[in-house]
């Protein structure tokens, strides 16, 4: 069966501070994957999505980015962090063409101080 | 452009009591209808799913949903609540390019 992971779970980071997220997914192969965040008390945002490796889709202009090293690894990066970043961040992923059913990790509580 | 609205923010129902969330979406083809729970601090879990067929689809935990595509709705229903069924439930839809396109949730809060 296939499994998400994310990690840190939580990160505590000042602000101007580097961010790098991960996440993993194991038992499939090419899937798409996802970067959500979300704020409190809102819904979800979609961050970057990738169909491949190396191939990132940004939806939000921001300070933001993502990366696809390898087929199921998809990181989340930022080179300064802003208050504003401060979220919670899934991590999803999606059988290609399997009509957007996807499935998510268990998410990171990021807060910038 | 696709958009998917839930009219209420927050739901507080008695356990024992039945239970409806209301979706309705914005898209102009066949919709693909999602259902997911978010309990709290934790990720989204897939509740049920509508591409096509049956228009009542049963889901996990004991959940339905009904597509009316006279009505662009997609309420969530369930006949007996219990009290791990409080959380955030938000209904989404499949927007064209690998995108999902979620609602804005409805925290769901169960009475003893």
């Known amino acids: 069966s296939q499994t998400i992971h994310q990690w840190p779970a939580t990160l505590v980071q000042p602000v101007g501070s580097p961010l790098s997220l991960e996440c993993t997914v194991e038992?499939?192969?090419?899937?798409?994957l996802y970067w959500y965040r979300q704020a409190a008390g809102r819904g979800l945002q979609l961050l970057f999505y990738?169909?491949?490796?190396?191939?990132i889709s940004s939806e939000v202009p921001q300070n933001l980015s993502a990366s696809r090293p390898q087929d199921r690894q998809f990181i989340l990066s930022s080179k300064k962090l802003l208050l504003s970043d401060s979220g919670f961040y899934l991590c999803a992923w999606e059988l290609a063409g399997s009509s957007y059913e996807q499935y998510f990790g268990p998410g990171t509580r990021l807060t910038v101080t | 452009a696709q958009s998917v609205t839930q009219p209420d923010i927050h739901i507080t129902v008695s356990e024992g009591a039945s239970l409806e969330l209301r979706c309705n979406y914005s898209y102009g083809a066949t919709p693909y209808l999602f259902w997911y729970v978010q309990s709290p601090g934790q990720g989204l879990q897939l509740l049920l799913k509508?591409?096509?067929?049956?228009?009542l689809v049963q889901g996990i935990k004991g959940f339905e949903a009904e597509f009316k595509r006279s009505q662009s709705s997609f309420n969530l229903r369930k006949p007996s609540v219990h009290w791990s069924d409080a959380a955030e439930y938000f209904c989404a839809v499949g927007a064209g390019y690998n995108k999902l396109i979620f609602g804005a949730g409805t925290r769901l809060a169960v009475h003893p």
């Open positions: 990738s169909v491949g490796i190396g191939q």
């Open positions: 509508y591409f096509s067929g049956d228009t």
């Open positions: 038992g499939t192969s090419n899937p798409n």
